[in-house]
């Protein structure tokens, strides 16, 4: 069995409609965003929901699946209906952005957790591709997830991947014995 590893940085910047959708073949099981080169671009949220629901249009599957998992936690996560807007043309990039930062910084995360374990998932038909292991490294998350969310953005990262161990490395201005 395969294990992704993912790192991210302090520093979290999304492509803005320049994500390709292509998996490059260094990847495939890693994905190295901002930990060692603060320039490098995570996935595109608005278009990779926006894939997800052109692909869940055609077919029954893992796309479909995941995008109304995704849905649910993220309607709960930003406050609106996010299946609902992905239904109506140009609703979800205008909800999106009109939407805190903060909030869509640990979003934009998340999704490009999702985003690489659906695309390198080795069998097409895996009705939840986000049941893969790996793991990830969050290099000081305090810094763009608020200290009072960050307890809510652990459950959800656990409950979309059960099977990947997280290590986060906090700020130093994060006493110790600190709760995240």
Do not use: N
Not at 22 to 37: E, M, S, T, V, Y
Not at 61 to 84: C, P
């Amino acid at each position: 069995m395969l294990c992704r590893t993912f790192a991210y940085g302090s520093k979290v910047r999304a492509q803005a409609g320049t994500d390709c959708f292509d998996i490059h073949p260094d990847q495939r099981l890693k994905r190295c965003a901002g930990l060692f080169d603060s320039e490098a671009q995570v996935t595109d949220p608005v278009a990779f929901l926006e894939r997800l629901r052109h692909k869940s249009q055609y077919r029954a599957g893992r796309a479909r699946a995941l995008l109304a998992r995704l849905s649910v936690d993220l309607s709960d996560w930003l406050g609106w209906d996010v299946g609902g807007s992905l239904g109506r043309e140009c609703a979800f990039e205008a909800r999106w952005q009109a939407t805190r930062a903060s909030l869509r910084r640990p979003a934009i995360v998340a999704l490009d957790m999702g985003r690489h374990i659906f695309d390198a998932s080795t069998r097409l038909d895996d009705p939840d591709p986000l049941q893969q292991p790996g793991v990830v490294l969050l290099d000081r998350p305090d810094v763009w997830c608020e200290a009072g969310r960050q307890p809510q953005f652990f459950k959800l990262l656990d409950a979309w991947f059960p099977k990947v161990q997280f290590f986060v490395a906090l700020s130093p201005a994060i006493g110790v014995g600190t709760r995240v």
